[in-house]
């Protein structure tokens, strides 16, 4: 898959999101919400960092294409390697759960 087009899908529908905005800290490009980052994008990688509970955590680095993130795992954050349909549905659904953890409850009551 082409980093780049796989980027561009994954950002529109993170931002999809209420509240979500794009920023561009330490040069990299993340997605907040509520000021705080719920996805760092690859975006010629192919790589995108989640938040994930510690339990999650240990069981998503089971798959292939998962592990931990650096700097941050201690935390729960893992890193998603998309590199077909599978691994970017999957990333779809992380990145779903990891903004359900960081949003403020006023962004998910109107969701």
Same mark, same amino acid.
């Given at each position: 898959?082409d980093?780049?087009?796989?980027?561009?899908?994954?950002?529109?529908?993170? @931002? !999809?999101? +209420?509240?979500?905005?794009?920023? #561009? %800290?330490w040069g990299?490009?993340?997605?907040? /919400?509520?000021?705080?980052?719920?996805?760092?994008?690859?975006?010629?990688?192919?790589?995108?960092?989640?938040?994930a509970? @510690? !339990?999650? +955590?240990?069981?998503?680095?089971? #798959? %292939?294409n998962?592990?931990?993130?650096?700097? /941050?795992?201690?935390?729960?954050?893992?890193?998603?390697h998309?590199?077909?349909?599978?691994s970017?549905?999957?990333?779809?659904?992380?990145?779903?759960?990891s903004?359900?953890?960081?949003?403020?409850?006023?962004?998910?009551?109107?969701?």
């Amino acid at each position: 898959m082409d980093p780049r087009a796989v980027f561009s899908e994954l950002r529109r529908y993170a @931002l !999809d999101f +209420q509240g979500a905005e794009e920023d #561009h %800290p330490w040069g990299d490009t993340v997605w907040k /919400v509520g000021g705080k980052i719920f996805v760092i994008a690859g975006t010629e990688s192919g790589k995108f960092t989640v938040k994930a509970t @510690l !339990d999650q +955590q240990a069981v998503l680095i089971l #798959h %292939p294409n998962i592990e931990r993130a650096a700097y /941050v795992a201690r935390f729960g954050w893992v890193t998603v390697h998309v590199q077909d349909e599978e691994s970017l549905g999957l990333c779809r659904e992380m990145i779903e759960a990891s903004y359900r953890m960081i949003a403020p409850k006023r962004f998910l009551q109107e969701a």
